[in-house]
């Protein structure tokens, strides 16, 4: 639970919004355990690393929604539950979706340090809609 913890927990955040400016799936899903279970903001659930990068080669292919878009997370927020256990909400928006020219959404990612490293082995994304009550 060190300083060097939360910072190689904030990288996995904005690798993954790099790949994602790429379109690079195989490096979407490179901090992922094998088993990681991700959703997305559409609801789409994952249940292992091969299952998100597929989702993902189809959302960022030449007919994907995602194809032009990018992805920056301007509030992160990691909290320790454990010296090897981690979770980080993230506040992030998409620009240049197909079916949406902005997407703002929150995020949790658990992460767990497996042989030295910070795996991801959970992501849950939700949209925030404007005008809904909060």
């Not at 992922?32 to 189809?58: H, I, Y």
């Not at 928006?93 to 042989?115: F, M, T």
Request: net charge neutral; proline share 4%.
């Amino acid at each position: 639970m060190t300083k060097e913890d939360e910072d190689a927990i904030r990288a996995i955040e904005l690798r993954f919004n790099e790949a994602w400016g790429r379109h690079d799936p195989d490096a979407m899903v490179e901090s992922l355990a094998e088993d990681a279970q991700f959703v997305t903001v559409n609801g789409a659930w994952s249940k292992t690393r091969a299952d998100f990068r597929d989702l993902m080669r189809r959302l960022h292919g030449p007919d994907g929604p995602f194809r032009s878009s990018r992805r920056e997370t301007p509030e992160l927020n990691v909290r320790f539950l454990a010296p090897d256990v981690a979770m980080m909400h993230t506040r992030f928006h998409i620009y240049g979706d197909i079916d949406e020219s902005e997407r703002a959404s929150i995020g949790i990612r658990v992460v767990r340090k497996l042989d030295g490293r910070w795996r991801t082995v959970a992501v849950h994304n939700t949209d925030v809609r404007r005008g809904r009550r909060h």
